[in-house]
Nanobody, 126 residues
Framework: QVQLVESGGGLVQAGETLRLSCAASGRTFSTYAVGWFRQAPGKEREFVAAIDWNGDSTYYGDSVKGRFTISRVNAKKSVYLVMNSLKPEDTAVYYC???????????????????WGQGTQVTVSS
């Protein structure tokens, strides 16, 4: 079992930077990949970014590529998402999720995530 708690959300203006954190507990942290997803009101959940167990492989959704960076510190059982150049369309609830496996699937990096946090709200004003 994995428990995930997100933090760091808030209200920012367009162009600003925000860093989200995801603190994990339960199963040994270095045994699974972690991802970030988001969901805006009235929209489907969207893949944002994912990182494998040791940080060697990362993947990003097309809408955030080049602006967001995912990282992890296994000693702190934490994953981070630095979001630069934020846009109003980035407004959503952001969720941290744990995959059942240590590695990501290159052809489908958003698949296989089974444990989810409660989410943190990010609002970007124009």
């Amino acid at each position: 079992q994995v428990q995930l708690v997100e933090s760091g959300g808030g209200l920012v203006q367009a162009g600003e930077t925000l860093r989200l954190s995801c603190a994990a507990s339960g199963r040994t942290f270095s045994t699974y990949a972690v991802g970030w997803f988001r969901q805006a009101p009235g929209k489907e959940r969207e893949f944002v970014a994912a990182i494998d167990w040791n940080g060697d492989s990362t993947y990003y959704g097309d809408s955030v590529k080049g602006r967001f960076t995912i990282s992890r510190v296994n000693a702190k059982k934490s994953v981070y998402l630095v979001m630069n150049s934020l846009k109003p369309e980035d407004t959503a609830v952001y969720y941290c999720a744990a995959r059942n496996y240590a590695y990501l699937e290159p052809g489908s990096p958003s698949s296989g995530f089974a444990s989810w946090g409660q989410g943190t709200q990010v609002t970007v004003s124009s």
